[in-house]
């Protein structure tokens, strides 16, 4: 996007501050679907949608078949693509090595992403490639390669969170749970 992440809303922010009420539901609206939240809020949706239609086949969901089941279809994939990410990162270094010369790992931490970016992951950041769950504990950790799949963190959230979410949805009205 052409404005920093924050900027959608501080224009909500600076609407009230100013008291410019009239612009208000358009900055409103720009924060929704110009703040990154189309692509999160379909996920979400539809990962509900599909949780509660499987949720309702049997007479109780096990939980523990539920996780295991929904991991493996979820991390199989997603190892592959960390394994194809770093095939792809060793092979780049493997070419500049022969052609600049310097040494495999000095070429491997000089391996760029559309020629500006170092892209090769360091010893934490292949930690958190393989485990996934640490993505969601810091920031600039989300952005970790494989960058393309960082639905996966949204998704395992999803798988956290639905259980617990429908026990509350059932214990109290909609409503309520949605207030």
Same mark, same amino acid.
């Given at each position: &996007?052409?404005?920093?992440?924050? *900027? ?12 410019? *009420? ?10 929704? /679907? ?13 990962? =509900? ?21 929904? &991991? ?24 500049? /090595? ?5 040494? =495999? ?20 950041? =292949? ?9 969601? /504990? ?22 956290? /969170? ?5 026990? &509350? ?8 749970? =949605?207030?």
């Amino acid at each position: &996007l052409p404005y920093p992440p924050g *900027w959608f809303y501080e224009q909500v922010g600076a609407r009230v501050g100013d008291g410019d *009420w009239n612009s208000l539901p358009t900055a409103l609206l720009d924060a929704l /679907l110009s703040g990154g939240y189309l692509i999160p809020t379909f996920m979400l949706t539809s990962g =509900l949608s599909l949780y509660l239609t499987t949720a309702s086949q049997g007479p109780r969901l096990a939980l523990g078949s539920f996780y295991r089941k929904r &991991l493996r279809y979820l991390m199989v994939p997603y190892w592959f693509s960390v394994v194809l990410v770093m095939a792809a990162i060793v092979a780049l270094a493997l070419v500049q /090595l022969a052609l600049h010369g310097g040494g =495999l790992m000095y070429q491997y931490h000089h391996v760029t992403e559309r020629g500006y970016e170092h892209i090769a992951p360091g010893r934490w950041e =292949l930690l958190v490639m393989l485990t996934v769950l640490p993505r969601v /504990l810091r920031e600039e950790w989300l952005q970790t390669p494989p960058t393309v799949m960082w639905f996966v963190v949204l998704i395992l959230q999803y798988y956290l /969170l639905f259980p617990p979410m429908r026990r &509350l949805l059932r214990r109290f009205e909609p409503v309520r749970f =949605l207030a």
